[in-house]
C-alpha cells in the first residue's frame, strides 16, 4: 500500500531529536519557538532543485546532511544560534528506500548542528527541498554584510574548492587517486559551517558572509555594501592537500576563489581581534585563515606573494543570467 503523506511524516520526520527552543513542534498548525530573553531571531530559507543544485541521482544520505548544512551556514554567518528548522519536500514519489536513506542523512546534520526540526511540508512533485532556519542572536547584534571597516583583516574559515572538485569527480572528467575523490565527495555532501565558532564573532568580527557562491562573489556582497575594496592574497588560500595534489596551481586557486559549495565563513575584523579570533578558533578546531585586508579604494585586488596583481574572473553562481 502507498504511504500516505501522514504515515511518510510520521515515520520519517516525527522522530526527529527535538531541542530546548521547540515548546511546539511537529504535528499542530505552527511550530512554537522560544527566544532567550533580549533576543532578536534570525531566519533564512534555501531552496536546492534537483538537476540544478544537486544531481538528480545524488547521494540521499549525502543529500540530507547537505540540505541543512547550506541552510544553516547563513545562520553561522550572522552569528546565529540555532534553534529550529522547517522542511518543505517536494516528491516526485514516496520512495521509502530514499526517504530512509534522506532523514537518516539529514537527522544527523540536525543532531551535530544542534537544530531540530520543528515542522514542514510534504507535497509531490520534481524533487525539491525547502529549508527554513531560525536563530537567534543577542538583540542588535546580528553580523551583518555591509558593516565592514577599512584596514579590517579578512578571514575564512576552513578549506576552499573541494566541493567544486568534486564536480569533476561526478562528471568523471578527471583522474583522481581515491583518497582525494573521497575527499571532495565528503566536502561536497557533509559541508561542517563552523557553527559553534560562529557564535564567537558578534563583538569580534564587523562583517561576515558564508561562502555558499565562491569566495570571490561573496566577499564582492560584503565589499559592495559595505563600500570598500579588498586586497586578497591568492597564496595565502586555504587549499586541501587534496586540491594541491589533484589539479595545476591555478586551477586549485580559481576553484577556491569561484567554485562554491563551501559553506564555509569570510568575515572581517580589526587586527585588534586577531588574537582572540585564533584562540577562538582553536577551542573549536576550525582552520582559520587571515586571506587579505580591506581598504577604502574599490575594487578586489588579488596579489600573490612576489607582489604580482593576477586578474582573476569575479563570477559566482547566479541563477537567470
Ligand atoms: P497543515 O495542513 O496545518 O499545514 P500539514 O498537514 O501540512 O499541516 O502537516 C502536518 C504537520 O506535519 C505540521 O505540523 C507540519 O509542520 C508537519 N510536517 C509536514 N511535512 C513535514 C516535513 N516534510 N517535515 C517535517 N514536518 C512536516
Ligand atoms: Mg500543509
Not at 516525527?14 to 527566544?35: H, M, Y
Request: aromatic share 8%.
Amino acid at each position: 500500500m502507498p504511504l500516505s503523506e501522514f504515515d511518510l511524516i510520521r515515520r520519517y520526520f516525527a522522530p526527529f531529536q527535538q531541542g530546548p527552543a521547540v515548546v511546539t513542534g511537529i504535528g499542530d498548525d505552527c511550530a512554537v519557538l522560544s527566544l532567550s530573553a533580549g533576543a532578536q531571531l534570525c531566519t533564512s530559507i534555501d531552496t536546492l532543485v534537483a538537476g540544478v543544485h544537486f544531481p538528480v541521482d545524488a547521494d540521499p544520505a549525502g543529500l540530507g546532511w547537505r540540505c541543512l548544512a547550506a541552510a544553516i551556514s547563513d545562520l553561522g554567518a550572522c552569528g546565529a544560534k540555532p534553534l529550529g528548522f522547517c522542511l518543505a519536500l517536494t516528491l516526485p514519489e514516496a520512495d521509502e528506500n530514499w526517504l530512509a536513506a534522506f532523514s537518516e542523512g539529514l537527522s544527523r546534520a540536525s543532531e551535530a548542528f544542534a537544530i531540530p526540526l520543528c515542522g514542514g511540508d510534504t507535497t509531490r512533485g520534481p524533487l525539491t527541498l525547502s529549508l527554513q532556519v531560525m536563530g537567534e542572536v543577542a538583540s542588535g547584534c546580528a553580523l551583518l554584510r555591509g558593516s565592514a571597516v577599512v584596514d579590517d583583516e579578512l578571514w575564512v574559515t576552513g578549506m576552499l574548492g573541494d566541493a567544486r572538485a568534486a564536480l569533476d569527480l561526478f562528471a568523471g572528467s578527471m583522474e583522481l587517486t581515491p583518497a582525494a575523490a573521497e575527499a571532495f565527495r565528503h566536502a561536497y555532501y557533509y559541508p561542517q559551517p563552523p557553527m559553534v565558532f560562529a557564535r564567537a564573532l558578534p563583538g569580534l568580527a564587523n562583517a561576515a558572509i558564508d561562502i555558499s557562491d565562491g569566495l570571490l562573489a561573496d566577499l564582492g556582497h560584503v565589499l559592495a555594501s559595505s563600500a570598500l575594496g579588498a586586497e586578497l592574497w591568492v597564496d595565502k588560500l586555504p587549499l586541501s592537500e587534496a586540491l594541491r595534489g589533484s589539479y595545476d596551481i591555478e586551477t586549485a586557486r580559481a576553484y577556491a576563489l569561484s567554485g562554491g559549495d563551501d559553506y564555509q565563513l569570510c568575515f572581517s575584523a580589526p587586527a585588534s581581534a586577531r588574537e582572540q579570533l585564533l584562540r577562538e578558533a582553536q577551542a573549536h578546531a576550525i582552520h582559520l585563515t587571515c586571506i587579505g585586508q580591506l581598504s577604502a579604494e574599490p575594487g578586489l585586488r588579488c596579489l600573490d606573494d612576489a607582489g604580482r596583481t593576477l586578474a582573476v574572473q569575479p563570477s559566482g553562481y547566479q541563477h537567470f543570467s
